[in-house]
């Protein structure tokens, strides 16, 4: 299944240029987006006289296809997600989104019966290289899922550091404080629970315990964040919450969503690919591009009709 372009459509930009930022040569337009930073609030802790920001990431699908035993789930799906941009992943139930996305940080190679080929490059480099640890590339390709999974037993601070434990990393009681402040301040969370940062991470409400997710995968300063579905099962304000949350963390991680909301693929992401599978045959990306172009001047007629809830 081949992506549609249209070379007469590049320059059309919907978005005002002072809102993009990385030039994205595979798009029928060009997709920038501005960078800015975002200060973090360390009321009474020090910030360390170093701290290590990784650079904005570009993680780029090549010729992805996927299996499950002998079903082919996808079939050569090839898209970049450049660095510093959202990019939403829209489409039906079972067009393969979700896996996608999970290959993209090798969750998908965790199921006994599955399979893949092709390429993931994180700035050029595969993470499917035999070379490559899989804690390296877990730890720079961070994951969110669907459902809040803070680890019951640990406090909400245990829970924002485990992934130091996890990785192998070492810090001082203060960078763990400082860290424990700097990443619950990014994910929208330390005025609600800076008082009880030794209570468990599982008392707390659906849409604190996402962002408590977030805030542990920001812990390992990961480059690129992958959320997969990750409000659907919240209530509009604590939406309305994690959104602004991504919007805010766009400045210093890349991040890929897969969503049903078309509203919120509207609102949150500046690129948008649209993935479908025809009965019986496995997924791919029928159409890819700015999300304004998507929505609002779609190339293809399956795209138009999704958008527009005709079907899905």
Known sequence: MQGASRSS???RLHAPMNQLRARAPWSRRSVDSSESARGVAAAGVSAPEQTNIPALATLEGRNVSAWFGERQVLDRVSLTMPAGVITSLIGPSGCGKSTFLRI???MHELVPSASLAGEVLLDG????NAERKLVDARK???MVFQKPNPFPSMSIYDNVIAGLTLT?????SAEKDYLVESCLTKAGLWKEVRDRLRSPGSGLSGGQQQRLCIARSLAV??????MDEPCSALDPTSTRVIEETMLELAQEVTIVIVTHNMQQAQRVSQNCAFFLAAQGTPGGIV????TDAMFGDPIDSRTADYVNGRFG
């Open 140 to 142: 720079s390709i961070g």
């Open 104 to 106: 993209l940080n090798r």
């Open 287 to 290: 159409e890819h591009g700015p």
């Open 125 to 128: 480099e595969d993470i499917y």
């Open 168 to 172: 192998g990393t070492r810090a001082s």
């Open 221 to 226: 300063t990961p480059r690129i964040l992958l």
């Open 9 to 11: 459509l590049v320059g």
